[in-house]
C-alpha cells in the first residue's frame, strides 16, 4: 500500500489550502484516514480523522472549526481543507492509514502506514 499526499505550498496568514493524499495497494474504503503534522524538533501530532464512511470525524482543538477533513472513496482520496491558516499551523503533514479496519484513531502508534508528506508553509 502506498499513500501520495500532494497540495503543500506556501500561503500567507489568514488564507485557505486544500492538502490531499491519494492511496493505493490496500481496499481504502475500509479504513479510517488520518491527518498528522510534525514541526522539527516536536513529535508529530494529530490533525484530523475521518471513518471509513464519513460518518465519524474527529479534529484537534487547534483546528477545530478551521479544518475540515473529507474522504472520496472512489478516488481513493482523502482531502484537508485548511482555511484561517495561522503561522503555526506550519508544518509538513502527513496522511496515514491505521493498521486496523474500521478503527478511527487520533493515536499516531494505531496507524502504520504513512504517506512522504507536504509541507505547508504559513508566513505572517
Known amino acids: 500500500v502506498q499513500l501520495q499526499a500532494s497540495g503543500g505550498g506556501l500561503v500567507q496568514a489568514g488564507e485557505s489550502l486544500t492538502i490531499s493524499c491519494q492511496a493505493s495497494?490496500?481496499?481504502?474504503?475500509?479504513?479510517?484516514l488520518g491527518w498528522f503534522r510534525q514541526t522539527p524538533g516536536k513529535e508529530r501530532e494529530f490533525v484530523a480523522v475521518?471513518?471509513?464512511?464519513?460518518?465519524?470525524?474527529y479534529y484537534a482543538n487547534s483546528v477545530k472549526g478551521r479544518f475540515t477533513i473529507s474522504r472520496d472513496n472512489a478516488k481513493n482520496t482523502v482531502y484537508l481543507q485548511m482555511n484561517s491558516l495561522k503561522p503555526e499551523d506550519t508544518a509538513v503533514y502527513y496522511c496515514?492509514?491505521?493498521?486496523?479496519?474500521?478503527?478511527?484513531?487520533?493515536?499516531?502508534?494505531?496507524?502504520?502506514?504513512w504517506g512522504q508528506g507536504t509541507l505547508v508553509t504559513v508566513s505572517s
Open positions: 496515514a492509514i491505521p493498521r486496523d479496519t474500521y478503527l478511527t484513531s487520533t493515536a499516531s502508534r494505531e496507524y502504520d502506514v
Open positions: 495497494g490496500r481496499t481504502f474504503s475500509s479504513y479510517s
Open positions: 475521518v471513518s471509513t464512511n464519513s460518518g465519524h470525524k
